[in-house]
């Protein structure tokens, strides 16, 4: 009696390496239609106001949240950048160490970024609150998913919004 043998084909997977950053690096998209609306997020942050301060913090908070249309990002063996638009690059360090660095507007604030696992944690601390970026690539690694949260404790409600960026070229 013959006996069949049958092969069936394989599919390996590797997740590459989270170091040499070819991984992230590349511009991403702005996908609006899966992004929260910012201006929505922003009136929720300061619906808990009083009535007199509740629009200058609405017109400060949605001046400093304007969502980029295109995200660079660039991971090298021990620092990130990222560049919002056609805006100046913000390198710093992954390893958490807090850098000075100073926005077009003159704002000063200490920057931290820290890589955990597949994400990159970015946080930027100024006198009246701090801003924090989490980037999140998705299993294919062609959509990026930017969680923002702005503190203040001028703010009786964090500032909470997620953009969704698909990587150029895919």
């Known amino acids: 009696m013959r006996r069949t ?3 069936l084909p394989c599919l390996l997977v590797f997740a590459p ?3 040499g950053g070819s991984w992230l690096n590349g511009n991403y998209i702005l996908q ?6 910012v201006p929505n997020a922003v009136d929720s942050a300061v619906a808990g106001l009083n009535g007199i301060i509740r629009p200058f913090a609405r017109r400060r908070l949605g001046h400093t949240n304007q969502p980029a249309r295109v995200i660079r990002l660039q ?27 100073t926005r077009e507007d003159g704002e000063r604030f200490m920057v931290h970024t ?4 597949s994400r990159f944690i970015q946080r930027f601390e100024a006198p009246d609150g701090a801003k924090t ?5 998705d299993p294919s690694r062609l959509l990026l998913s930017v969680h923002v949260t702005v ?18 070229g895919s």
């Open 5 to 7: 043998q049958w092969t």
């Open 17 to 19: 390496p989270l170091t």
């Open 32 to 37: 609006p239609a899966l992004s929260d609306s």
């Open 75 to 101: 991971l090298n063996a021990d620092s990130f950048e990222v560049q919002f638009d056609t805006r100046a690059p913000i390198r710093t360090l992954i390893d958490g160490r807090a850098i000075p660095w």
């Open 114 to 117: 820290k890589l955990e696992a």
């Open 133 to 137: 970026y989490d980037y999140q690539l």
């Open 151 to 168: 503190q203040s404790p001028k703010l009786t409600t964090p500032l909470n919004y997620t953009l969704v960026y698909r990587r150029q």
